[in-house]
T-cell receptor
């Protein structure tokens, strides 16, 4: 059974800091990994999708990496801004579904 | 021009009632999903449909019955609502099974 872990559950950083959010999963038989952002009371916004054959994907200030063999992914956020404050969810795709971690709630202080 | 839409956004009802949540996607995708986000914000798959065929039923009570009248729609009907059904329900879609998923805005269900 796939398990996805995101630690820590919450993170607070000052504006401008570069930061890394970690995600680990137990079963490496995945076809993709997706990072999402969720604002309070809102839906999920897809940030980056990495296919199992890829090592990383970039979009603006975001860079996501995938090491399938070790069951790890990281989301790198450069030059963080208060508008980046949200919950970041990692989800691994396998067996026709996404399995989610519990998310990391990020607070970027001005 | 919303990609994945759900109605209603909020649903407040009494225990024992029957209710439905509707989902529509205008992305031309083949696969649609229902996820449940509980009070601890944990998201879990409930159902997955591909080309109107059920492919995943993740040990959901049979009080929950999804229906896909066509590829663009996946509705969720819930019978005999219980307090524990209170959650946010998200619909999602993807082009095919192993591709990027796009989520709707969610339906917050409160059972009193």
């Amino acid at each position: 059974k796939q398990e996805v872990t995101q630690i820590p559950a919450a993170l607070s950083v000052p504006e401008g800091e570069n930061l890394v959010l970690n995600c680990s999963f137990t079963d490496s038989a995945i076809y993709n990994l997706q990072w999402f952002r969720q604002d309070p009371g809102k839906g999920l916004t897809s940030l980056l999708l990495i296919q199992s054959s890829q090592r990383e994907q970039t979009s603006g200030r975001l860079n996501a990496s995938l090491d399938k063999s070790s069951g790890r992914s990281t989301l790198y956020i450069a030059a963080s801004q208060p508008g980046d404050s949200a919950t970041y969810l990692c989800a691994v795709g396998a067996n026709s579904k996404l399995t989610f971690g519990k998310g990391i709630t990020l607070s970027v202080r001005p | 021009d919303t990609a994945v839409s759900q109605t209603p956004k909020y649903l407040v009802t009494q225990m024992g009632n029957d209710k439905s949540i509707k989902c529509e996607q205008n992305l031309g995708h083949d696969t649609m999903y229902w996820y449940k986000q509980d009070s601890k914000k944990f998201l879990k798959i409930m159902f997955s449909y591909n080309n109107k065929e059920l492919i995943i039923n993740e040990t959901v009570p049979n009080r929950f019955s999804p229906k896909s009248p066509d590829k663009a729609h996946l509705n969720l009907h819930i019978n005999s609502l219980e307090l524990g059904d209170s959650a946010v329900y998200f619909c999602a879609s993807s082009q095919y099974i192993a591709t990027e998923q796009f989520f709707g805005p969610g339906t917050r269900l409160t059972v009193l």
